[in-house]
């Protein structure tokens, strides 16, 4: 993990983003400052951030339209500050591709251990791993192809572009074929915590990594399978 990762923190409130720039810079963090969403929208697309911190309600355009159009071009990691009262809105701001959400009001240190942890989990090579069948840092599948150094998914020869969070719920299931995990367990395992995570965020991130798997290949997206009143596994046929 960069101790110098370039983080952007959106808000538009000056004394929140004063704080977290504060807390982020004790860590080594460079930080930039955007107030609204037309210029955070413009600085992503146009600097290479490790995270962007977004709050969701903001003049000019909102939280939700900047990761949605954001996500056109990029798979920059996000993370939503929201409200309390906004759960309808954090849900729909993981359907858009946000990784993670932090709730108002909020812990400085929350964030900056938020920040760490999503920064540990995307920029570090996903560890070589043993079964169903290994090729240096790849595993192969009939329909599906992970490759771990380059960071690429390709279905039945087609590349599947996803978020740094879809990708690593994809590489944390298919590295155990067949076997089931509940929602909390994949909380603890993907998004490394417990106690303040909202179930609906595995099943957001598992539609749309089912979505995007679907657009290029059929086969593959039926590898995600849900197991009613329990939680999830990749099938896999013969391993």
């Known amino acids: 993990m960069d101790a110098n990762a370039k983080i952007l ?13 504060m807390y982020l ?23 290479d951030y490790a995270v962007i911190l977004l709050d969701l309600m903001m003049p000019e355009m ?25 759960e309808a809105n954090r849900v729909q701001g993981f359907e858009v591709g946000t990784d993670d959400y932090i709730v108002k009001p ?18 570090t090579t996903v ?10 840092n790849m595993i192969m599948f009939p329909h599906l192809t992970i490759d771990y150094d380059a960071h690429q998914v390709t279905a039945d020869g087609g590349d599947v572009s996803l978020t740094p969070k879809e990708y690593e719920l994809l590489c944390f299931l298919a590295k155990a074929p067949n076997k089931v995990f509940n929602r909390e ?14 179930l609906r965020t595995v099943d957001t991130h598992v539609k749309r990594l089912r ?9 593959a997206s039926k590898m995600i399978v849900t197991v009613w009143g329990v939680g999830y596994k990749f099938e896999v046929d013969d391993v």
């Open 106 to 123: 909020f812990s400085p240190r929350e964030v900056v251990l938020r920040v760490k942890a999503l920064l540990r989990r995307t920029s």
């Open 211 to 219: 979505e995007k798997l679907n657009h290029v290949s059929k086969e």
């Open 62 to 86: 909102d939280g939700i339209e900047v990761c949605q159009k954001l996500r056109k071009e990029k798979d920059t990691p996000v993370i939503m500050l929201t409200a309390k009262g906004e």
């Open 127 to 136: 560890k070589e791993v043993e079964e169903p069948v290994e090729q240096k």
């Open 9 to 21: 923190v959106v808000d538009d409130e000056d004394r929140i983003r004063r704080l977290i720039r």
């Open 25 to 47: 810079e004790r860590e080594d963090f460079i930080v930039e400052e955007a107030s609204n969403g037309n210029d955070a929208l413009q600085l992503a697309l146009e600097n």
């Open 185 to 198: 367990q994949l909380l603890k395992e993907v998004w490394q915590y417990e106690f303040f995570g909202d």
